[in-house]
């Protein structure tokens, strides 16, 4: 297929219903968005890469002086909650394909983040197949047959859908921009997503009592928050719904950004409802920045990493009284256990871990919380409840015993050593994810835990951290090229099938994990060599 409208063309194959996704009202409006915001996406990706250098070559992070005036006036406030968000206590989140879609909507939660970020892989077809889902359960149009006959509708009642478009590092190479002086490049796979999404769905929403709501992803300073605050007017602006009508909730999961939370929460606040503590992503974050200081600072294995570490408690803490003093809603995080509906024992331990993460969380002044499977809903439910009652939300609660110092934030010592065992286990992880990645699935159970692209980068930046700093294991094996590549074959010998994706996986893995340099995200790469279909990679040899 290679249709175009203005200067916005589909290099890919068409599927059953692609058309009525691709519609020429929607490729003009992607050209639209392009215009006014490509080159300043490509600008906040440099100066992404400028700070980066800058935190590796010593600079320490720090709480903006030249933004003091906006943390210390204390008379503004975010739009909160739209409607259909003031009660978000339970948030089930999860990938966009048709019996997901209708599965999460049943679930019983009170938000349903629709991913195309860490739970996706972004196969064109994911991408288009997960519009059309959302595009159908929003009408109620939806349902599923499964190839033995299994059916799938859609509940009465149904959770409020805030969708999460891609972050800004992605591209989307399947639709080419033409740029007004007639060059091509791939299109913004965060304007594709939150862009389709908007067009089809913004005026359904809104006559259906709810509104265009999103999640924002991966953010890293309050300049990108800028930059989605007049994404969101621009777009308001083009299809005619009033200023403040999109609702964004922005994902605090990057380690500059935690220092800039308030200055996030200020840029957008006439379409702001909240914030959200991305663990898993900051916990990656942390590594990724801080990897090569001289300082000698290596985490110890994952599973040693958890919330209740000071760094982590600081963080969360003054995340909730940020969002509180603001009236921004502050949203819990995801547990990665879960349950395991033919073994009693692996469910009983996820949803006793998940108790305890939801517990903590309710008891901190979070307003709600993730979690990964529908089995798990009534549980962190039954937290929230404790503590909210008949409250839609606990923002009254101010917090305003939390102190953070900038050091609490970069403290990262913590107990804990890095094990024999946690080095096998990031190399079966990440090699397993990357090969269901590869094979279009972004999200899957793997040893019982939940692993997603924030998962799986927090294991291959440790081992690439372990290895560049020659880390010693507490067994005593010093971790190396040849340790992990050991490691690796040893993987390959245990999970690998008949398909060729595992070739492809290994060859992933070695690129994110044993290389000389760093790759920023392991989609990357992986998304150019493996995710592009043939055709659109002749358009661009051509
Ligand atoms: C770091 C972050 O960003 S966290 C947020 C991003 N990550 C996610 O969203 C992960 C969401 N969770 C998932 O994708 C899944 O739960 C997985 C892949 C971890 C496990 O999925 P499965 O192996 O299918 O689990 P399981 O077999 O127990 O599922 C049982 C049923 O629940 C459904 N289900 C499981 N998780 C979800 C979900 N998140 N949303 C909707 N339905 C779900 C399955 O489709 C299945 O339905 P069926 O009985 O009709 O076939
Ligand atoms: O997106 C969430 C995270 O933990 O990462
Ligand atoms: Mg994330």
């Not at 490509?38 to 320490?60: E, K, P, T, V």
């Amino acid at each position: 297929m290679t249709s175009s409208h203005d200067r916005m063309r589909v290099l890919a194959t068409a599927g059953d219903r692609y058309d009525e996704i691709l519609t020429p009202g929607a490729l003009r409006f992607l050209t639209h968005l392009h215009d006014a915001f490509s080159g300043r996406r490509h600008d906040r990706l440099a100066a992404r890469m400028d700070r980066r250098r800058a935190i590796d070559n010593g600079r320490d992070l720090r709480f903006l002086p030249e933004t003091r005036a906006i943390r210390e006036e204390p008379g503004w406030r975010v739009a909160g909650a739209g409607p259909g968000l003031h009660d978000r206590r339970v948030e089930i989140t999860g990938p966009t394909d048709r019996k997901m879609t209708i599965n999460a909507m049943n679930s019983g939660a009170k938000v349903w983040l629709a991913d195309h970020e860490d739970a996706l892989s972004p196969t064109w077809h994911n991408i288009i197949e997960g519009q059309l889902s959302l595009y159908d359960a929003i009408r109620r149009q939806i349902d599923f047959t499964t190839a033995d006959g299994k059916e799938y509708r859609l509940g009465e009642e149904t959770p409020t859908i805030v969708m999460r478009p891609r972050g800004w590092h992605l591209v989307e190479k399947h639709l080419q921009y033409i740029d007004p002086a007639g060059l091509t490049r791939p299109a913004s796979g965060s304007l594709v997503d939150f862009g389709l999404y908007f067009f089809h769905n913004a005026a359904e929403l809104i006559a259906r009592g709810s509104g265009p709501y999103f999640y924002l992803p991966k953010l890293e300073n309050h300049l990108e928050a800028r930059l989605w605050d007049d994404i969101f007017t621009f777009s308001e602006n083009a299809i005619g719904i009033p200023h403040g009508t999109i609702r964004a909730t922005v994902l605090i999961e990057t380690i500059t950004a935690a220092f800039e939370m308030e200055e996030i929460l200020y840029e957008l606040r006439e379409h702001c409802a909240g914030l959200n503590a991305g663990r898993w992503d900051y916990i990656f974050s942390i590594i990724k920045n801080f990897r090569g200081r001289g300082d000698g600072f290596v985490m110890p294995d994952r599973a040693a990493i958890t919330m209740t570490v000071p760094f982590m408690r600081a963080y969360t803490e003054l995340l909730v009284s940020t969002c509180h003093r603001r009236g921004a809603h502050a949203i819990g995080g995801m547990s990665a256990f879960i349950p395991n509906r033919r073994d009693p024992e692996v469910t009983a331990r996820a949803l006793e871990q998940v108790h305890a993460d939801k517990r903590r969380e309710a008891g901190d002044g979070f307003d709600g919380t993730w979690v990964a499977h529908p089995d798990l809903v009534s549980t962190a439910r039954e937290e929230f409840d404790a503590v909210l009652g008949d409250r839609p939300n606990q923002l009254d609660r101010l917090r305003e015993d939390v102190r953070v110092e900038a050091r609490d934030l970069v403290d990262f010592r913590i107990d804990g050593t890095v094990t024999d065992a946690g080095v096998a286990a990031n190399v079966a992880i990440a090699l397993r994810y990357i090969e269901s990645w590869l094979r279009g699935v972004g999200a899957a159970a793997i040893d019982n835990l939940m692993e997603d692209a924030a998962t799986a980068e927090i294991s291959r930046s440790q081992l690439w951290q372990w290895m560049h700093r020659g880390t010693v294991t507490r067994e005593g094996t010093r971790i190396t090229h040849e340790s992990v590549e050991r490691q690796l074959a040893e993987a390959l010998a245990r999970y690998r099938t008949e398909s060729d994706t595992w070739d492809d996986a290994a060859e992933v893995f070695r690129q994110v994990t044993l290389g000389e340099d760093f790759p920023t995200f392991l989609t990357l790469s992986a998304y150019s060599q493996f995710l592009v279909e043939e055709n659109e990679r002749a358009a661009i040899a051509a």
